[in-house]
């Protein structure tokens, strides 16, 4: 029997295999029948130090319909942070008013800290470009239900593999899954030794490009990203990749014909609009995908299903 009650999600190393499954099992319930009304009396915070669109309002959706109501800010300069409080006293303060917490901060490592500061459990919702273990469980959602198997996937990873933390969280994720990495990104923007070590430990291969042409034409699926702007230190070195990879439909001739794209979306212009119209492209539902998901998850960790 799994139970995920009051589990905090950090890391998305802190659910395994089985776990993710089972959350995914759930949100599939939840496509099928999404209002259930069975988080009524129960307080969700929802505090976002950093900016957002899909994460916020796809957890504030999640809880809706699940019937529970919603507290939080979603910008920092609403909440007593800028009046010096610390993070500490704000989780502290937050956790007498609510029954779960789901945080995003742009610093790495401080839902983490919330969640040891808490009494009640802590979602994170991104922390600096360490993870977003969420954003995660819906990519995992969006490809087994477009592939019908998370198994032997080649998958292609394409952008900014350094600061991106849904790149993170999914390559680690895709290691149980004898999946086969194709990353493409410019030399500045790699993906971090310690998350390729991953990769070797489980006896997985990937394969590196800075052209994305030959990734897409092996991948069942392609993960876009943004090349994020927030990121950069030096505004020069964003300059010098901003349009480092620009994926238009005239390149989708040879890819396998289930070939989905995903996207974590915002985009810039790293996807053009004549591809949203193709059957490659699936951010969109992928973006729905996280409706489900989140109420999965929210009803596992409150003890609800
Ligand atoms: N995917 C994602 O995290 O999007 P938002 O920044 O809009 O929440």
């Known amino acids: 029997m799994i139970s995920l009650k009051k589990r905090s999600l ?22 099928k029948t999404p209002i259930q009304n069975i988080a009524e009396g129960r307080v969700i915070a929802t505090l976002f ?21 919603i507290i939080g800010f979603a910008d920092v300069n609403n909440s007593s942070a800028t009046k010096g409080e610390s993070l500490s006293d704000t989780i502290k303060t937050v956790a007498n008013y609510a029954d779960l917490i789901i945080m995003r901060h742009s610093l790495e490592g401080a839902s983490r800290w919330a969640s040891e500061v808490a009494d009640i459990p802590v979602i994170n919702a991104g922390d600096g470009s360490n993870q977003h273990p969420t954003q995660c469980l819906l990519d995992l959602y969006s490809i087994k239900k477009t592939q019908k198997t998370l198994d032997n996937l080649h998958v292609a990873m394409v952008g900014d593999l350094k600061y991106g933390r849904t790149v993170h969280s999914l390559v680690e994720a895709m290691c149980n899954f004898n999946t086969t990495f194709h990353l493409v990104s410019p ?3 790699k993906l971090p030794s310690a998350v390729k070590i991953l990769i070797k430990e489980r006896k997985l291969t990937y394969f590196q490009y800075t052209e994305m042409q030959e990734a897409l034409d092996k991948a069942d699926i392609v993960y876009m990203t943004r090349v994020q702007r927030e990121r950069f230190v030096d505004i020069q070195d964003y300059e010098r990749v901003k349009n480092a990879y620009l994926l238009d ?31 490659h492209a699936y951010y969109f539902q992928q973006a729905l995908n996280g409706v489900y998901v989140r109420q999965a998850l929210i009803a596992s960790i409150l003890g609800l299903k």
Do not use: Q
């Open 187 to 189: 030399e500045s923007l």
């Open 249 to 279: 439909k005239s390149m989708l001739n040879n890819v396998k014909e289930n070939m989905k794209i995903l996207h974590p979306l915002p985009r810039v212009n790293e996807i053009n609009k004549d591809v949203d119209n193709t059957t």
């Open 49 to 69: 130090f950093e900016p957002s669109t899909r994460t916020r309002l796809s957890f504030e959706s999640a809880a809706n319909k699940l019937g529970a109501k």
């Open 10 to 31: 950090i890391s998305i190393t802190d659910f395994n295999t089985e776990e993710y499954l089972h959350i995914l099992s759930m949100a599939k319930d939840f496509e």
